[in-house]
Nanobody, 126 residues
Framework: QVQLVESGGGLVQAGGSVILSCAAS????????MAWFRQAPGKDREFVAR????????FYADSVKGRFTISKNNAKNTLYLQMNSLKSEDTAVYYC???????????????????WGQGTQVTVSS
């Protein structure tokens, strides 16, 4: 199991930027991919961005493509999400997640991920 702890959320104005971090510990050597998901009030948890732990290939949801950047520091076992040009619809609790095993093609799903952080709130004011 991998333990994940997010940080960096808060209140930001529309058009602004924020960076989220996710520190991983435990059995990180078994991780094949890590991702960010988000969940707005009354909505299902949705995929935001994914990065392969080896190689660094990235994949984004259409709603954040060109505005958000996912990155990692393997030496520090830390995942990041740089969020720019924020919109009110980006308001949500953001979760990082880790996956073991084969990463399938297609849009990532919550069921693909074994470990989850506690989440960090991002609120965008208009």
């Amino acid at each position: 199991q991998v333990q994940l702890v997010e940080s960096g959320g808060g209140l930001v104005q529309a058009g602004g930027s924020v960076i989220l971090s996710c520190a991983a510990s435990g059995r990180t050597f078994s991780t094949s991919a890590m991702a960010w998901f988000r969940q707005a009030p009354g909505k299902d948890r949705e995929f935001v961005a994914r990065i392969m732990w080896s190689g660094g290939i990235t994949f984004y949801a259409d709603s954040v493509k060109g505005r958000f950047t996912i990155s990692k520091n393997n030496a520090k076992n830390t995942l990041y999400l740089q969020m720019n040009s924020l919109k009110s619809e980006d308001t949500a609790v953001y979760y990082c997640a880790a996956q073991r095993g084969i990463v399938r093609s297609g849009l990532p799903d919550v069921r693909d991920y074994d470990s989850w952080g506690q989440g960090t709130q991002v609120t965008v004011s208009s």
